[in-house]
């Protein structure tokens, strides 16, 4: 009875899961016709990198290996894992009115498969942003020094986070009133969690009120778990639990997110979408 009874989960699985990549491949078709898309999650990052590697290299020295450009580009890692904030909003928003959702309402498709398809092809095109920042790392003298599998756990770690990151750009997206809103809200809640963590400089620097935001901020988290993990400059942490364990806490940070933004964006697009 119980094979019986399962015998329908497989197909409408393996329909699902078509349906996700058939929409994720539509999000991705989309790239060469808006080449800009690319620019939150590739072209920023490397701004950074040769902006803050060479106005601030020479002003900042941090003790250990490969010196600030080692420490920045680390550190860059974990703020490009934000960068599919903004993108996904964006992109959600203007589907959502454009009359996406009102076509979506006339097909026999998941509606979790329309969320997990954007979401997806905003890993793939963070990936591609991953492979670019490695290449200019390298160029400006960073290097992972830490084993195989350190080396591709934190890869796996940044690219759990950013998954994580994209359900809440999701959330954002089905939220607000237009594409334009969108953009200006994530990007006003990305840079003070950019400027105020360990990404740029040392978190044992700032005055007492932001090190104590710094000292809880995801993205310092993330950063520390990915310089520890790279072996790359990490100078002396304060003592707090995040920052003590950061591989675990990114973990934490990201699994937190994922249970959270992912049933109420999935939750708002049913009622948007009307089922």
């Not at 015998?7 to 994720?24: D, K, M, N, S, W």
């Not at 003790?63 to 974990?78: C, D, E, T």
Request: proline share 8%; net charge positive.
């Amino acid at each position: 009875m119980s094979a019986v009874n399962a015998t329908p989960a497989g197909p409408a699985a393996r329909r699902t899961l078509l349906e996700v990549r058939l929409l994720a491949g539509r999000s991705l078709r989309h790239i060469p016709r808006v080449p800009e898309k690319l620019a939150g999650a590739i072209v920023m990052p490397i701004i950074f990198v040769f902006l803050f590697g060479y106005v601030f290299g020479s002003a900042i020295d941090i003790p250990g290996m490969g010196g600030y450009h080692a420490y920045l580009v680390s550190g860059v890692f974990a703020q490009a894992m934000m960068s599919p904030l903004p993108g996904i909003a964006v992109g959600v928003a203007s589907d959502l009115h454009s009359g996406l959702v009102d076509r979506l309402r006339t097909l026999p498709i998941s509606r979790w498969a329309v969320l997990a398809g954007r979401a997806i092809s905003e890993l793939c095109e963070m990936t591609l942003g991953l492979a670019v920042l490695t290449v200019c790392g390298l160029i400006v003298g960073w290097a992972p020094h830490g084993s195989v599998l350190e080396t591709l756990g934190a890869y796996g770690l940044l690219v759990l986070f950013a998954f994580a990151v994209t359900w809440a750009g999701t959330l954002l997206g089905l939220l607000v009133r237009g594409p334009e809103g969108a953009d200006g809200i994530a990007m006003s809640g990305i840079f003070p969690l950019m400027f105020l963590s360990g990404i740029f400089v040392p978190i044992g620097g700032l005055p007492a009120p932001l090190r104590q935001i710094a000292e809880y901020n995801p993205i310092s988290a993330l950063a520390t778990a990915v310089r520890t993990l790279f072996h790359n400059p990490t100078p002396a942490l304060p003592d707090v639990w995040p920052l003590q364990h950061p591989v675990i806490a990114s973990l934490l940070w990201a699994l937190a997110l994922i249970a959270v933004f992912a049933p109420l964006a999935t939750r708002r697009f049913r009622r948007l979408a009307g089922r």
